[in-house]
C-alpha cells in the first residue's frame, strides 16, 4: 500500500515492510518505470519523481490491465509542478505494455500491506 510519507509516522510503520524508491535491488518493474520516465522525459526537478514512482509501481503491480483513464486517475493524487502529466503517464503506460507483452512474467509481484 502506498502512503504519503509526510502523513505517516514513523512508529505507525512498525512491524511493516518500508519500500522506498531507493529500495537496494529494486524489482524489474521499478527499474522499468526509472527507465521509462527518463525516456519519456517525464521528470525534471525531480521533486515529485519518487512519489509517481512508487504509486506507478503499486499501479503496474496491483491493476496489469490498467488503460490511460485509470493511469491518469490512479496518478493523480501526485502533483508535478514540472512536466505535466502526458509524459508521466506516458512512461507509466509503456510499462504497463512492456508487462502485458511479457516483460516481467518470471517476476512475481510481492505481496504488499
Ligand atoms: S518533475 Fe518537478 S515537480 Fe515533477
Redesign the pocket.
Known amino acids: 500500500m502506498v502512503v504519503r510519507g509526510c502523513l505517516v509516522l514513523a512508529a505507525q510503520a512498525d512491524g511493516h515492510r518500508v519500500d522506498t524508491v531507493e529500495t537496494p535491488n529494486p524489482s524489474r518493474r521499478l527499474k522499468a518505470l526509472q527507465d521509462a520516465f527518463v525516456e519519456h522525459n517525464?521528470?525534471?526537478?525531480?521533486?515529485?519523481?519518487p512519489g509517481?514512482l512508487m504509486a506507478a509501481l503499486e499501479l503496474v503491480e496491483l491493476h496489469p490491465d490498467a488503460e490511460r483513464e485509470e493511469v491518469r486517475e490512479w496518478m493523480s493524487g501526485n502533483?508535478?509542478?514540472?512536466?505535466g502529466y502526458h509524459a508521466i503517464v506516458d512512461a507509466v503506460c509503456a510499462v504497463l505494455e512492456q508487462q502485458k507483452a511479457g516483460r516481467f512474467a518470471d517476476e512475481p509481484v510481492e505481496a504488499r500491506a
Do not use: F, W
Request: charged share 5%; aromatic share 14%.
Open positions: 517525464a521528470l525534471q526537478c525531480g521533486y515529485c519523481t509517481m502533483y508535478c509542478r514540472c512536466t
